[in-house]
């Protein structure tokens, strides 16, 4: 598969029209309006007289652009040089910031899993979380199904509250009283079901952590999986 980083690198810059130009014109493109809106033809729009093909010297391809983006946004990500003392600690917030990245560029979590993991920031993040691993005295296999692991829930939840963000705002849902009218709309059909009486009495009084604490929960869960798995006799 092609990625921008083994592409010729792009040509010096004319005038305002440069690759980091382009790239963050398409990064507040898809803060705006998201990843669907992401054309090569919008993008030149938004920097100004340009066209279409005159992206392509500096990207290459759509896909081109997609890995800029990616690895972009994941710059923003603070990465330690080098592990703490506290390797759980390590690892929560590396996932915490990540997801805080993700709030901010909901795109992200669409696209993440389109195109290789093979950018310079996203690589160093990865090394990061392998040496924090590796030095409880995991195999480098271990640690990367670790990692893993560790990525698919802080990439699916980013991906969760991006889709429900969608379906909120497709269907008008911009307030708590929207919100509170939607579960209540679910809550008659569960009293009309009649089969489902837990469900039909939580409906009723919603109640339970938001989504940033349910992130931060799921992810102890994870570190703890992971912490039982480094004593002896696993």
């Not at 390590?90 to 669409?110: G, K, N």
């Not at 560790?150 to 429900?164: F, P, T, W």
């Amino acid at each position: 598969m092609t990625v921008i980083w083994n592409q010729p690198p792009p040509p010096a810059r004319q005038r305002t029209l440069g690759r980091a130009e382009i790239v963050a014109a398409a990064v507040a493109l898809a803060d705006e309006q998201g990843a669907p809106a992401i054309t090569m033809k919008a993008v030149a729009a938004r920097l100004g007289p340009v066209t279409p093909m005159a992206l392509y010297r500096y990207v290459h391809s759509k896909d081109g652009l997609v890995d800029l983006m990616l690895d972009a946004a994941t710059a923003g990500v603070p990465v330690p040089a080098a592990p703490g003392p506290d390797w759980r600690e390590d690892l929560f917030e590396l996932a915490v910031a990540t997801r805080s990245m993700i709030t901010t560029h909901p795109w992200y979590a669409e696209l993440v899993h389109t195109r290789p993991p093979a950018g310079p920031a996203t690589m160093r993040r990865t090394e990061f979380i392998l040496r924090v691993l590796a030095g409880q005295g995991l195999a480098v296999g271990a640690a990367m199904t670790y990692a893993a692991l560790l990525d698919r829930h802080v990439y699916g939840s980013g991906l969760q509250e991006a889709q429900e963000a969608r379906f909120n705002a497709a269907h008008g849902i911009d307030s708590p009283a929207k919100l509170l009218a939607a579960i209540e709309e679910v809550h008659a059909l569960a009293v009309a079901d009649g089969t489902v009486p837990l469900l039909t009495s939580w409906l009723a009084a919603p109640s339970g952590p938001g989504p940033a604490e349910q992130f931060e929960l799921g992810l102890a869960m994870i570190l703890d999986g992971i912490a039982a798995r480094l004593r002896p006799g696993w």
